[in-house]
């Protein structure tokens, strides 16, 4: 059984910064492509970034290269979203995810293992 558990959201000021973390135990962790999405009230889950196995193919979402970074530590069994520059309209819950195998698709239905999700909050 695959378990992600996602960790440093909060509440931050636009233009501000803040480093998710998710942790994931169970089956191997470091053969498999990590996502981030991402859901704002009333709006579908959205794609934001995600990254290979090894960590050398990275994919964002248009509208956010430039300000997250996608990074993991395959001995911490962890996966990161650097977000910096955040705008209010970056506000959603953000869901860390396992995807069914080795591409970097953005397709919600690429992905068969999710953690909970953590509150991010960009006040203005």
């Known amino acids: 059984q695959v378990q992600l558990v996602e960790s440093g959201g909060g509440l931050v000021q636009a233009g501000g910064s803040l480093r998710l973390s998710c942790a994931a135990s169970?089956?191997?962790?470091?053969?498999?492509?990590m996502g981030w999405f991402r859901q704002a009230p009333g709006k579908e889950r959205e794609f934001v970034a995600a990254?290979?196995?090894?960590?050398?193919?990275?994919n964002y979402a248009d509208s956010l290269k430039g300000r997250f970074t996608i990074s993991k530590d395959n001995a911490k069994n962890t996966v990161y979203l650097q977000m910096n520059s955040l705008k209010p309209e970056d506000t959603a819950v953000y869901y860390c995810?396992?995807?069914?195998?080795?591409?970097?698709?953005?397709?919600?239905?690429?992905?068969?293992?999710w953690g909970q999700g953590t509150q991010v909050t960009v006040s203005s």
């Open positions: 995810a396992r995807h069914r195998g080795s591409g970097v698709s953005s397709a919600t239905s690429s992905y068969n293992y």
């Open positions: 169970g089956r191997p962790f470091s053969t498999y492509t």
């Open positions: 990254i290979s196995w090894t960590g050398g193919t990275t």
